[in-house]
Each structure stands twice: as C-alpha cells, then as structure tokens.
C-alpha cells in the first residue's frame, strides 16, 4: 500500500531555476492536492484537479503550474524559483469531492537560496 | 477564510484532557481533524459532516455545531503518543475544493 508518493523529499534551488515536484497515488482517486505550509501558518491549497485533464487553481498559485494526464500523476512544476516559494509542500488525494479524508504524501522541503 | 483555533498551543501532563476548538465564518458542510507530528505528514483523525455524521479512524471525539460553524476535538487521557499540532480543515458547500486549514493546535504530552 503505497498510497501517496512525493518524490523528491528534499531539494535546494537557486533563484531562478525550475523544478518538477513529483506525486503519484494509486488508490484510483479522482481528486489530487497540492499543498504548501509554512511555519505556523497552517497549509494552503496551490492547485488542485478533479481528474485527469482537469487542474484548477487554489488559494495560493502564483508561481506555480500543474498538469494532469493521468489519474495517477499530478506533478507540480516551479517557474522561476522565488525565495517566497521556501516551503514544506504537500500533495494529498480523496476519492470524493467533498466529505472523504485526504490521503497525504511525506512532503518536499524546498529550499531557493 | 482560515478557520480559527484555540488555542494556539497547550502543555499537558500524561493522562490529563484536553479541548482542541474550531470555528469558521462560513457556512461548513464538513470539519476535518487531523495530526501532524514534527517532519511527518499530516494524518487523518475524524470528519464530522453537516447533520451529524461523523467518520474516524482512532478512539478520539469531536463535536461540531452547525448553527455556529464550530467544532471541538476532545482529547481524553492524554497519552505521550498524541503530541503534536493539531490542524482542523474547512469545507464551505458550494466552496472552492480542498481544505481550507487553521492555523494548528501545538500540544505538548509530559510524562
């Protein structure tokens, strides 16, 4: 029982580069998440999708990208590394809209130096 | 909105109680509870729906208020093992998707 697959776990990036966080379910969930927290400050939602094909934006999604060809697969991709993009991200998925626990990855320190 | 938790941290001694409370200013289908310990994954407590039903994996209760959008998670005989933060997560019907969290809870088990 995988579950929820983040890879990597930790990663340091110099402003202005990009990077791909990676995660993977294979509990045949329909809703992906992508999360960031920051200390004390609870998690915010970036991005998030309703299936395969279909991504839409969160609280928080300045920055950032999503794709979702699979229902597997929902990476999440960094344009121009900030300093403000230093965070603990977190992807999670449920197998319902609304009402279903959220099924959490271990998260991706990252690092923009 | 980010729902409010009170309060922001609690100490306590093994075996004692402990009241972990929420409160939206929105209209809320759902409350979820969940716990993070320091470097791990949040991990899933309780979902207590609109009109009473209630989903949980642990020995741990809730109670959520609809007429005031608040929610309480009671921790009894507190054990070592249940330190950590305590996050509580909003979903508003007809709100965006995903979780709208607090700011946690930090609880502290001494022996």
């Known amino acids: 029982n995988a579950g929820v697959t983040q890879t990597p776990k930790f990663r340091i990036l110099k402003i202005g580069q990009s990077m791909t966080l990676q995660c993977a379910q294979d509990m045949n969930h329909n809703y992906m998440y992508w999360y960031r927290q920051d200390p004390g400050m609870g998690l915010k939602l970036i991005y998030y999708s309703v299936g395969a094909g279909i991504t839409d934006k969160g609280e928080v999604p300045n920055g950032y990208n999503v794709s979702r060809s699979t229902t597997e697969d929902f990476p999440l991709r960094l344009e121009l590394a900030a300093p403000s993009q230093t965070s603990v991200y977190f992807c999670?998925?449920?197998?319902?809209?609304?009402?279903?626990?959220?099924?959490f990855g271990q998260g991706t320190r990252l690092t923009v130096v | 909105q980010q729902p409010v938790q009170s309060p922001q941290a609690v100490i306590l001694r093994e075996g004692e109680d402990a009241v972990i409370n929420c409160s939206s200013s929105?209209?809320?289908?759902?409350v979820h509870w969940y716990r993070q310990k320091h470097g791990e994954a949040p991990v899933f407590l309780m979902i207590?729906?609109?009109?009473?039903e209630q989903k949980g994996h642990e020995k741990i209760s809730a109670s959520f208020n609809e007429k005031k959008q608040q929610s309480s998670l009671y921790l009894t005989a507190s054990q070592l093992s249940y330190s950590g933060t305590y996050f509580c997560?909003?979903?508003?019907?007809?709100?965006?998707?995903?979780?709208?969290f607090g700011k946690g809870t930090h609880l502290i088990i001494q022996p």
């Open positions: 929105k209209a809320l289908y759902s």
């Open positions: 207590l729906l609109k009109g009473g």
């Open positions: 997560g909003t979903e508003a019907r007809g709100g965006a998707d995903g979780l709208t």
């Open positions: 999670a998925s449920s197998s319902h809209r609304e009402g279903t626990e959220a099924f």
